[in-house]
C-alpha cells in the first residue's frame, strides 16, 4: 500500500507481498473495562489479516528483494493472478 501524500510502503509481514490494503479497525478488550483500537490491514496475495505489517519505505531494495519480487511475478503468471 502506498500512500501518495508521504510514500508510506507496506509489505506483508507473512508473504512479503506489497498488496496491503487498510481493512479497518478493531476493539480488543483490556483490562478494567479499557480496551484499544487497533488498525487491520489486509494482503491481498495470501490472505493475512492483522495489525502488524512492514513499513520499508525509503529503504533500497537489496538483490534478495529483487530475485523473490521475481520469483513472486513468475508463481502469480503460472496461477494466473
Known amino acids: 500500500m502506498e500512500n501518495k501524500e508521504d510514500k508510506t510502503q507496506l509489505?506483508?509481514?507473512k508473504c512479503r507481498s506489497g498488496r496491503i490494503v487498510y481493512a479497518g479497525t478493531t476493539v480488543s478488550s483490556g483490562?478494567?473495562?479499557t480496551g484499544t483500537t487497533d488498525q487491520r490491514y489486509l494482503c491481498k496475495d495470501c490472505g493475512y489479516?492483522?495489525?502488524?505489517?512492514?513499513?520499508?519505505?525509503?529503504r533500497e531494495k537489496t538483490e534478495s528483494d529483487i530475485a523473490m519480487e521475481?520469483?513472486?511475478m513468475?508463481?502469480?503468471k503460472e496461477l494466473g493472478l
Open 11 to 13: 509489505i506483508c509481514p
Open 31 to 33: 483490562g478494567a473495562g
Open 49 to 58: 489479516v492483522g495489525s502488524f505489517v512492514l513499513d520499508v519505505s525509503g
Open 70 to 72: 521475481e520469483d513472486l
Open 74 to 76: 513468475k508463481i502469480k
